[in-house]
T-cell receptor, first 115, second 110 residues
Framework: GAVVSQHPSRVICKSGTSVKIECRSL??????MFWYRQFPKQSLMLMAT?????????EQGVEKDKFLINHASLTLSTLTVTSAHPEDSSFYIC???????????FGQGTRLTVV | GIQVEQSPPDLILQEGANSTLRCNFS?????LQWFHQNPWGQLINLFY???GTKQNGRLSATTVATERYSLLYISSSQTTDSGVYFC????????????FGRGTSLIVHP
């Protein structure tokens, strides 16, 4: 299957700083990437959908100014958590898909801890 | 939006046992996937199965789209099967966004 690489896998940052998470599709071009957030023992919650070359579409309740998403190329999307606070601590997972209605592949996830 | 329900929420097995996990969905779908989330959080693709039956080793899955459910079978379970199993669907005529169920947490004891 296709490979999606997410980096870093784990990050600890101080409150008030920003953190960037990268999601790369290694062997295919992803026109659409998804960013999810997962709290302990819960399901994946969609945060936003990003399409290459256009602005991301955020789900209701997700602050677009706090969670900046950039999908500048067909193989790379980034999520920047700005001015992070302890409540932003969570597991963030990206997913990439080639075209609509095909199989989605997931990155390894990033565990963010804000202290 | 489409609702996805998985059952059972929790499952504890002895190594070697068989199990069936279920995924019900409330509307017609174009796409259905089963994933295994390992203890480190990584989501592993198990099956892409919008309809029909597939098998991969000790795992198999069946989706009956007309009746809006899918089943994941695990035979001869091993401790490495432990983790959370998620079903994700893409509703027909929608925005092509996968919607996840709440998952089934599986613990396999040696």
């Amino acid at each position: 299957g296709a490979v999606v690489s997410q980096h870093p896998s784990r990050v600890i940052c101080k409150s008030g700083t920003s953190v960037k998470i990268e999601c790369r599709s290694l062997d295919f071009q992803a026109t659409t990437m998804f960013w999810y957030r997962q709290f302990p023992k819960q399901s994946l919650m969609l945060m936003a959908t990003s399409n290459e070359g256009s602005k991301a579409t955020y789900e209701q309740g997700v602050e677009k100014d706090k969670f900046l998403i950039n999908h500048a190329s067909l193989t790379l999307s980034t999520l920047t958590v700005t001015s992070a606070h302890p409540e932003d601590s969570s597991f963030y997972i990206c997913s990439a898909r080639l075209i609509m209605n095909t199989e989605a592949f997931f990155g390894q996830g990033t565990r963010l801890t804000v202290v | 939006g489409i609702q996805v329900e998985q059952s059972p929420p929790d499952l504890i097995l002895q190594e070697g046992a068989n199990s069936t996990l279920r995924c019900n969905f409330s509307d017609s779908v174009n796409n259905l996937q089963w994933f295994h989330q390992n203890p480190w959080g990584q989501l592993i693709n198990l099956f892409y199965i919008p309809s029909g039956t597939k098998q991969n080793g000790r795992l198999s899955a069946t989706t009956v789209a007309t009746e809006r459910y899918s089943l994941l079978y695990i035979s001869s379970s091993q401790t490495t099967d432990s983790g959370v199993y998620f079903c994700a669907v893409v509703a027909s005529g929608g925005s092509y966004i996968p919607t996840f169920g709440r998952g089934t947490s599986l613990i396999v004891h040696p």
